[in-house]
């Protein structure tokens, strides 16, 4: 759960590359039907008949899919070997035992792994919900010119992370509660005789033989390489045969394609720049706005340095390890990788993975230290009746411009005096120049401090200034302190209204 906090994109990258394998299986499931109709069409052997038409039949009742698929990379299907302990088998194994006859085409009902999650459906869609009300609450702030926090920014990123991986996942089963056991009549030195591989030690299950090699393409292979390298220590697992796969052991056997190595570009270049959008934000205190900066930087820095390493090391490979090494076999980033002595390894991996932790963790943690010294403006809530000009009668009505203008009092309507200082401007000791020589200045206190104070708005002036006004009162206490600021910067004496915005035009104003 923490790694998922702290590293989002990274579940988003595991996730692509498991829905990249995923499909694989299918594909390699269909081919291999392809072969059984070829095989009953053509008629040329009669050996094997029996058991293509059974296969064939198994596979016509239940269609190998992407659910069946994510539910085998998870460990939900084990097999049992005669004098063996029972052990998980992924999609691509389950490919190769198919096709060597080892076992029958597993007839697994879609229905019945669904059933095996029924709270997966409704946690999901709950947490959708959750997503889209964040989402619709991010929008009208910005419609309506109100200013997010760092925290929420975060939960942007983190939300646009969770699509993409919702969208990757959506076939993919909550969990594994009861594996599904197929029976196997080979013993295990039988299937390892007949691939041409002898015994020997396994790292999880005896058909790792059938695990596909990493791709020269992967993405995500050489962080986990990296990860590995920095706190593995040699750990291996407790138990083997292992009773289920972790997230980081399925590679599609035949690599990622062009498109999704520019999905993958793409997708983590909009998000390390959605944290470079709060680059202006306000922040309790200048050195954690410095920090912020400098951390989105980094992420975004080490994300070019990343990418461009996958790119060298996945063209100079071989090169590298018949230079560096004498190798003829290591043909990826990782066949050189791991050639290296365990600790220059070390030293080349650990300074990248603990900066990009410490980046992502400051981004993550200062999300919810910023909270701690808000500006009143960022809780101000979404006035909903307006976000899409919703305006009561009054408001919007475009036949009464003239009305709302000639009650805009004259001491509030003359023209700021260039270059005037504004003591409400929080650090800037002069009026920004789009502020000069406007009309009349409008803010709607209900939004800000749940008071009725409005000063009277004039549309022309809300055409020209373009500009989030709420910002120019964001270091304001109450609505007490906010008059008397305006008086300092506009004149004396203010003109207020005390009522709701909906009741400002039969309210006539009163002086203080």
């Not at 050996?47 to 269609?63: C, M």
């Not at 960022?378 to 036949?399: D, E, G, I, M």
């Not at 002069?430 to 200045?441: N, S, T």
Request: charge should be positive; hydrophobic fraction near 45%; aromatic fraction near 12%.
């Amino acid at each position: 759960m923490l790694f998922t906090v702290f590293f989002p994109e990274v579940l988003t990258g595991v996730a692509a590359e498991q829905w990249r394998s995923a499909c694989q299986a299918v594909e390699d499931f269909a081919q291999l039907k392809r072969e059984w109709e070829a095989a009953l069409g053509s008629g040329s052997s009669s050996k094997g008949i029996p058991r293509t038409e059974n296969n064939l039949a198994r596979f016509q009742r239940s269609p190998w899919t992407m659910r069946h698929a994510f539910f085998a990379d998870m460990g939900g299907v084990h097999l049992k070997c005669p004098e063996y302990p029972t052990f998980p088998v992924n999609s691509h194994q389950l490919v190769y035992l198919v096709a060597h006859n080892h076992i029958e085409y597993p007839e697994i009902k879609a229905k019945a792994i669904w059933d095996r999650n029924k709270a997966d459906t409704f946690s999901r869609i709950l947490t959708l919900v959750q997503i889209i009300w964040f989402m619709i609450q991010a929008i009208g702030r910005w419609a309506q010119h109100l200013a997010l926090s760092t925290f929420e920014l975060s939960c942007l990123a983190f939300i646009f992370c969770s699509i993409n991986t919702f969208f990757f996942f959506r076939h993919k089963p909550r969990d594994v509660e009861t594996p599904c056991l197929l029976a196997c009549n080979a013993t295990i030195a039988e299937i390892l005789a007949e691939a041409g591989d002898r015994p020997k030690p396994y790292t999880q299950t005896p058909l790792d033989f059938v695990k596909p090699p990493v791709s020269r393409t992967s993405l995500i292979a050489p962080f986990w390489f990296g990860i590995r390298v920095c706190f593995d220590w040699g750990k291996h697992a407790d138990e083997l045969p292992v009773q289920a796969f972790g997230n980081s052991t399925v590679t599609p056997p035949r690599g990622i394609r062009v498109t999704d190595i520019v999905y993958g570009n793409l997708f983590t270049t909009a998000y390390f720049g959605i944290h470079l959008a709060g680059w202006n934000f306000t922040f309790p205190t200048r050195a954690e706005q410095i920090l912020w900066r400098v951390s989105s930087l980094t992420l975004l820095g080490l994300l070019i340095f990343y990418l461009f390493a996958i790119a060298f090391g996945t063209v100079m490979a071989n090169r590298l390890a018949r230079w560096l090494f004498n190798d003829h076999d290591a043909t990826t980033i990782l066949g050189v990788a791991n050639l290296l002595p365990r600790w220059v390894a070390i030293m080349v991996h650990s300074p990248v993975v603990v900066i990009y932790a410490l980046a992502r963790s400051y981004i993550v943690v200062e999300g919810f230290s910023a909270l701690r010294a808000l500006p009143i403006i960022y809780v101000s809530a979404v006035f909903w009746k307006n976000l899409f000009h919703l305006r009561t009668q009054h408001a919007v009505n475009n036949s009464r411009p003239e009305r709302l203008q000639h009650r805009v009092p004259a001491a509030i309507r003359k023209p700021f005096r260039s270059g005037s200082a504004n003591p409400s401007y929080g650090m800037d000791s002069k009026l920004p120049r789009k502020l000069q020589g406007i009309e009349a200045i409008t803010l709607d206190l209900t939004r800000a401090y749940g008071r009725g104070y409005v000063f009277l708005p004039s549309k022309e002036w809300l055409r020209r200034l373009k500009y989030t006004v709420p910002a120019v009162f964001n270091i304001l206490a109450s609505a007490e302190e906010l008059v008397k600021k305006t008086d300092d910067a506009f004149g004396n004496p203010s003109y207020i209204c005390a009522g709701r915005t909906d009741e400002i035009v039969n309210t006539c104003p009163k002086k203080r």
